[in-house]
């Protein structure tokens, strides 16, 4: 969902967010997307991702209502720590959608059950300590990482930040449960513009083959 000050994003999305917002983009139309998305598939999981202020400005019930009416499965709101979870929370989980936490290279052992506490769907580990798009942690550290976070949740934990290749996806995959690729594909839809979509196509085959090459070695 394009905002105004994406904080925790590179210069990628920092780029797609202007072109949205310059384009007129507005919630609404963020919904309608969603809408007809579900409408042309209705079982794969949808989640919205993006920042408290779209999300809360009219209000969290109106959201939530809002969201669910589009098809939405699931939300991950990048700035709404645990500690203000009544923001929006609540809201959420009254009608049925997930909220989706993050967990940072910062997260211990203490910090974690305030993280899962009310969190469902699955837990998006960022892998790095910085802006999308930008990094790449070691997959030592990220193998160890998902194993102290499965050690304080049952979630499925999914990999993000800094995954651009297919073969970095095949290798994180092989210790979680799910790999997060967003910089790489935006920057394909800005290089491209309205005639990505085959490109976006071809790159997305090519994680998707990595990762079955993942489930074949298990």
């Known amino acids: 969902m394009p905002f105004t000050d994406p904080m925790a994003d590179g210069p990628a999305i920092q780029l797609a ?3 949205s917002l310059g384009s007129g983009t507005r919630t609404a139309d963020i919904f309608a997307i969603a809408t007809a998305f579900r409408a042309r ?11 408290a202020n779209p999300m809360v400005r009219r209000g969290p019930q109106w959201f939530a ?41 910062t997260t211990d052992a ?9 969190a469902s769907g699955f837990l998006y580990y960022v892998s790095v300590a910085g802006i999308t798009g930008k990094q790449q942690a070691a997959l030592d550290s990220i193998d160890a990482a998902v194993r102290h976070l499965k050690s304080g949740t049952d979630l499925p934990i999914a990999v993000g930040f800094g995954v651009r290749t297919p073969e970095q996806a095949g290798a ?8 997060v690729v967003g910089s790489a594909i935006v920057e394909i839809v ?16 090519s994680l998707r083959a990595a990762l079955e090459a993942r489930e074949t070695a298990r």
């Open 172 to 179: 994180i995959g092989r210790v979680a449960d799910g790999v």
């Open 41 to 51: 598939h209705p079982e794969v999981p949808l989640v919205l991702m993006g920042y």
């Open 65 to 105: 209502d809002q969201a669910k009416a589009a098809g939405v499965d699931g939300v991950i709101c990048v700035d709404l720590p645990p500690e203000e979870d009544a923001e929006l929370g609540p809201f959420l989980r009254a009608a049925g959608l997930h909220l989706i936490r993050l967990a940072t290279p």
């Open 110 to 118: 203490k910090r974690l059950p305030q993280v899962v506490d009310g």
């Open 190 to 205: 800005g290089t491209h513009g309205s005639h990505a979509a085959p490109f976006v196509e071809e790159y997305v085959a």
């Open 17 to 19: 967010n202007l072109r």
